[in-house]
């Protein structure tokens, strides 16, 4: 069982490039979710998808792009990297009705110099 | 600012013993009150999670309390082992399944 899987589990960019962080979940899951861990402040919401072809803002948006095409996939883009996007970020998927469960990938530890 | 506020931010304790993690809210409209557990290099998992109209749940060794009209609810880990050591973050959940986190409680459980 994959579960959520995400890629790369690492990289290194410089500030001003661009790159997508991918997600793919095999459990037919509808709704999908991105978040980013920083010491001392949890995991916050950056964006997420009820299903394909609809998206919204959580609670940290600026500076990522997301979008659904399949109900599997659920990519991230970085549209130019700044320091302060230095993270780790995870990504998630949970049944509908969720009753607060969400299954995490292992997640991509991004470093932006 | 965070809805969700969790303490103590660490906690160390013997094995054997409770650690007792809490957590506040704000928001009203949540429904669920989940728990992760997260270990290093690894993604958050669910824990436990209980309903606001349910006070206490249990399962294993693990104990979710809930006091609604103070808007807090808590986890106690009944006699910890070495292999609970972990970060434990509390959460609510709305409708929608959108997820507000505490901020993290690193646990340590010597042995």
Sequence with gaps: NAGVTQTPKFQVLKTGQSMTLQCAQDMNHEYMSWYRQDPGMGLRLIHYSVGAGITDQGEVPNGYNVSRSTTEDFPLRLLSAAPSQTSVYFCASSPVPTMGEAFFGQGTRLTVV | ?111
Excluded at chain 2, 31 to 48: N, S
Excluded at chain 2, 74 to 99: E, N, R, V
Aim: proline residues 7%; charged residues 15%.
């Design chain 2, 1 to 111: 600012q965070q809805q969700v506020k969790q303490s103590p931010q660490s906690l160390i304790v013997q094995k054997g013993g409770i650690p007792i993690i809490n957590c506040a809210y704000e928001n009203t409209a949540f429904d669920y009150f989940p728990w992760y557990q997260q270990f290093p290099g690894k993604g958050p998992a669910l824990l436990i999670a209980i309903r606001p109209d349910v006070s206490e749940k249990k399962e294993g060794r693990f104990t979710i309390s809930f006091n609604k009209s103070a808007k807090q609810f808590s986890l106690h880990i009944m006699d910890s082992q070495p292999g609970d050591s972990a970060t434990y973050f509390c959460a609510a959940s709305d409708s929608w399944g959108k997820l507000q986190f505490g901020a993290g409680t690193q646990v340590v459980v010597t042995p």
